[in-house]
């Protein structure tokens, strides 16, 4: 096992830094740069401002000069926050992304696990049609036209809830937002579960657990649960860096000062720095995840081992 | 960073959790993240008696006034006090400086007030105003807006953002501590008139040289004008708190001032429906009709001192001929535009200067004084005189910066020109950043730009079409216009220098580098209780002067 995650870890740092490479270059690609302005700048202004970033210097030297920072884990000025270091705006937005994330995986794994079982138990009945429509209803519709409508129902209408900003997270600032991110993950969980879980449920060793009078309570929990969680879980771990590095849209309406207002900022103002520091995040997180699932496939699943 | 280090210190705190056998690793994450923040804090929706909430359009990029705040400049406006402020009719009234007086219109004395204080207690002086007046000209100031001085002639300013003298050479001085002179590269009537912008604020010069990255943060900040910045939140909210050490603190009525960098402006909408915000930066376009009718004392939708307008690109052909350059100037309907197209109080526009700034008697013969069926068929001559016709139209091309309001409206003016003249226009909306680099770089024909006055005097959008402002860009040059506005620079006589500057709107009408369409609204919405809120024509709303009554 542990040469398995450590072999992880070798195998991450050659991705990452391809995937620095790739970055780095498109940004610097794409045309415009950080400090285009409406307003022509003075030529002698604009030389020290880039001799400032080393922009004046050949592109491989500026590659090479952010990869020895990146080695000292220095993610370089902000272009657009020009009052802060890339590192020091990530490290007060991941903590807002990281916890409306987390509470939207779990409220969404909690209750997609339980309704896609019960769609599952109860299929082609009522319970099933009805638990399916709200989940495919939950996909499709997007959150930018539900968030508005909650806003307006609860906050507007009804004046139980603040129609946005963060303070610090308080619960009533948290709630909204849960909702408008998790209706569609919950529906895309309950939908797999509800798959995988009536695959197990026709399988032998299930029939055999019936034959033998299990009560359906410990059928479920003990013998159908693990296995139906297979598909899942390859499936978690990409989604569980999608919701803890922020949603855009969701961000903008509740004005939710995380991630994904820092990702728009950064590319629409070619905030080179910002773009690469949170590319590289995502990156990173992305491989964890990836590789903690795999270890979690270990546990769950008996026929795969890591030695 | 102060988050960070919480974190690390709540890792001990939280060990004992992973001792817990089963409990979910991501319940322990959760708890983890919880225990990384705040307590929660009071609702904003429910805001206290005396705290002002205003709409801030988006983050602001930086908190230092010589650099581009672009954003910052309301809250710039409430924190700094500059030498004069603008008051509601946009005349300048006196702020840090008590009186001033000039001999020659070329140097000026300002008399600061001794009362003065930083928000730490220390004495604004004039030392602090050339302190912070030489750090702005400096080419070493990164996003210096030196050329501010430059254009508003303060002496040497040129020369020093340039690099060949140094900062301490620039015209300005300190006859005393209370006492501020400034030299002028040549007399100016209306030097007074620029000194209310944010980038001559003073500043204080050890805070700054002490903490050279982080003085604009809560922590360190010193600010000499009503309020002091109590916190900031990258994308969340500006909080400001009143100066205590302020001159004239007792006429601050509020308690604080939040600003709420919220760029989508229906979320800004609805922020205001469930009041937690008192003042928007903007009303949502589909909105605005609606809301005039249900709720019209909230609406403001005063002119203000920007036009809106079409920049032809004269350094290549076919735009380099003029009397094409007119042809789609007068084929434009204003009115349709401003009253179908837009229909928030827009004013058609026909000169550079806002007619709300400076109304000329423009004479019989200028294009504005005839009717549209008019300018449509001298349009329609000059067009084919310059060898179009129907038969083989132009062929033309308008960039602009991709928004939902630019389409409709960039739209309207193609369909304008394709009725009148047969033009076939090619619309592409382009990234902001994108749209700046091919208008820097010359890579245009037709562009879309806002005009905005930076002070009350039509020099301000006259001086865009300066030979040096323009040249570069649109290839306008012209020493005669050059020479007209040098001359009003230094004319006293208020009703000589307009007939100057109506002159030189005739010079640049003989040539039409850019058109003029109309002039521009700043939209807000504004809570009945917020008391002595008045329109300003530079859009400068100081909280200072605002309360909120009992509701």
Partial sequence: MLSFILRRILEAIPTLLILITISFFLIRFAPGSPFTTERKMPPEVLANIEAKYGFDKPLYEQYWSYISGLAQGDLGPSFVYKDYSVSELVATAFPVSLKIGLTVFVVSVVLGVFLGILAALYQNTWADYTIMSFSVAGIVIPSYVVAPLLILLFAIYLKWLPAGGWNDGGWQYMLLPVVAMAKGFTGYIARIMRGSMIEVLNQDFIRTARAKGLPTRTIMLRHALRPAMMPLASVLGPAMVGVITGSVVIENIFGIPGMGQLFVNGALNRDYSMVLGLTILVGALTIAFNAIVDIAYAYIDPKIRYS | MDRVTLICRNCSRLAWLKGIRGLPAYVVMLLFVSACSD?????????????????????????????????????????????????PDGNVQPAAAERWESEDLRVYTFH?????????????????????????????????????????????????????????????????????EITLEQPSAFFVDTLAHHALFPLHRATVEGHPDLWTRPRYHVSNGAFRLDEWSVNERVVLVPNEHYWDRENVHLDSVVFLPISSLTAEFNRYRAGDLHITGSIPPAQFDRLRASVPAE????LVAATFMLDFNGKQPPLDDSNLRKALAYAIDRDTLTSNVLGRGERPAYTLTPATMRAYELPDSHWSQWSQQERERVALRL?????????????????????????AKVGAIAAMWKRVLGIETKLTHLEEKVFSDHIRSGDYQVSTWNLWAEFNEPYSPLSASLSEESGPVNGYRDSTYDQLLAQAMKTVDTTVRNAI???????????????????????????????????????????????????
Avoid at chain 2, 299 to 302: I, Y
Avoid at chain 2, 391 to 406: F, R, T, W
Avoid at chain 2, 514 to 539: E, I
């Fill in chain 2, 383 to 407: 067009y084919r005189e310059a060898g179009y016709s129907i038969a083989q139209p132009l062929k033309l091309e308008i960039k602009y910066p991709a928004d939902e309001a630019n389409n």
């Fill in chain 2, 299 to 302: 609406v403001r939708a005063p």
């Fill in chain 2, 112 to 180: 600061l007030r001794k009362d003065a204080r930083w928000s730490n207690g220390d004495p604004v002086t004039a030392q602090d105003f050339v302190y912070s007046w030489r750090r702005l000209a400096s080419p070493a100031t990164p996003d210096g807006r030196s050329w501010y001085l430059t254009s508003i002639q303060v002496k040497n300013a040129r020369q020093v953002a340039a690099g060949d003298l140094p900062p301490e050479r620039l015209g300005v001085r300190a006859l005393d501590p209370y006492r501020f």
């Fill in chain 2, 39 to 87: 307590p929660g804090t009071q609702m904003q929706g429910q805001t206290s008696g005396k705290q002002l909430v205003r709409g801030n359009y988006a983050e602001p990029n930086t908190l230092d006034p010589a650099a581009q705040p672009g954003l910052g400049i309301h809250i710039l406006r409430d924190m700094y006090e500059g030498l004069v402020r603008s008051g």
């Fill in chain 2, 501 to 551: 500057y109506l002159q030189a709107e005739l010079r640049f009408a003989e040539d039409l580098r850019s058109v003029p369409l109309y002039q521009v609204t700043d939209r807000k919405l504004v809570k009945p209780f917020v008391n002595g809120y008045s329109d300003h024509m530079l859009g400068f709303i100081y909280s200072k002067d605002l309360s909120i009554i009992d509701h």
